[in-house]
């Protein structure tokens, strides 16, 4: 089930909108899925007052993509992304190994987006780059009445994120309790008798 959220930031009576869309593989295990949503949350409080002043509104979409019709629907390409008015903020593609993703995933190789900003790479979206690309959306010329750009429908998902969906869907589906239930499904100190590990967080039938 895709899962969205809305944030309307400033009162109906701006002159003006930005769309913030954030895509996401997982927000209960993946660090940089996390870490830049809470460098997003803090960029818009950060950017609130400017926004205002400025009579320009906010709407923030937050969007968790669970298979590859989905991503290929939405044009999603790389783990997180955030958009403003339909355009990545991220200038430059990287990706790098994420472990927290392939524990998520049953241990298959997943690589998640290496954000790079003045100079520096990062693994979660840095919030002062997040800021710097909603004020250029405020401050730019006044948008066309075009459309916002989308990746053409045709682009086929990377290999990397039809590996993530395969090997999550097929662990969920082995998985002794539904996924919302796996941490607390027993106690800690049965897990290597109930499902042949000893960790917290995983749950799978022997």
């Known amino acids: 089930m895709k899962r969205t959220g809305k944030k309307e930031g400033i009162p109906s009576t701006a002159s003006r909108k930005i769309e913030i869309e954030f895509l996401y593989m997982d927000l209960t295990a993946c660090t940089r899925c996390i870490g830049t949503d809470v460098q ?28 590859e019709e989905q991503a290929k629907a939405l044009g999603f390409f790389s783990s997180p992304t955030i958009r ?5 903020i991220a200038l430059e593609f990287r990706e790098s190994r994420c472990e927290s993703c392939e524990a998520c995933a049953g241990n298959v190789p997943v690589n998640c987006r290496v954000w790079v900003f003045q ?11 997040i800021v710097n690309a909603i004020l250029r959306a405020v401050y730019r010329d006044e948008p066309s009445q075009e459309p916002p750009e989308q990746p053409p429908a045709s682009q086929e998902v990377p290999e990397n994120l039809r590996r993530f969906f395969s090997a999550k869907a097929a662990k969920e589906q082995s998985s002794c309790c539904p996924p919302e239930e796996q941490t607390d499904c027993c106690a800690s100190s049965e897990k290597a008798a109930c499902c042949e590990t000893s960790d917290s967080n995983a749950c799978g039938c022997k």
């Open 40 to 67: 997003l949350e803090e960029a818009l409080t950060d950017v609130s007052h400017i926004l205002e002043a400025a009579g320009v509104a906010v709407s923030v979409r937050k969007t968790l993509v669970e298979s």
């Open 84 to 88: 403003i008015n339909g355009k990545d």
């Open 119 to 129: 100079g520096k790479e990062y693994t979660e979206a840095p919030k002062a780059m």
